[in-house]
């Protein structure tokens, strides 16, 4: 087995797609907000609540999510993800996030 091993950066090395970066700016409503308009090209009214790293496990025996950003507005929930790597599984795993 392969073990990965990670190391810390420095803060002024951190880029958006850093977990703790991404996190930091999307617990931000106004930047959360911001951000979602920009790349969905639609209007946020407001931001309910932004939850970070929002677990669900629908069924006591199915496998559970855990969503970077879960966020609500007037009338949409809507799921940000970061996808800092390829993943020949993401539209799998896309579909799955629909489902629930």
Do not use: N, W
């Not at 087995?1 to 970066?21: A, C, H, I, N, S």
């Not at 609540?49 to 950003?69: N, Q, T, W």
């Not at 609500?72 to 993401?90: N, R, T, W």
């Amino acid at each position: 087995m392969k073990t990965q091993l990670y190391r810390r950066k420095p803060v002024d090395e951190l880029t958006f797609t850093d977990d703790g970066m991404f996190q930091a700016v999307m617990k931000d409503p106004d930047l959360c907000a911001e951000l979602v308009e920009r790349l969905l090209h639609i209007k946020v009214s407001h931001i309910e609540y932004p939850e970070l790293e929002k677990k669900i496990a629908p069924y006591f025996s199915s496998k559970g999510v855990r969503m970077d950003v879960y966020l609500k507005d007037s009338d949409k929930i809507i799921d940000v993800e970061m996808q800092s790597y390829p993943q020949a599984a993401l539209p799998l795993r896309t579909r799955y996030y629909q489902s629930m």
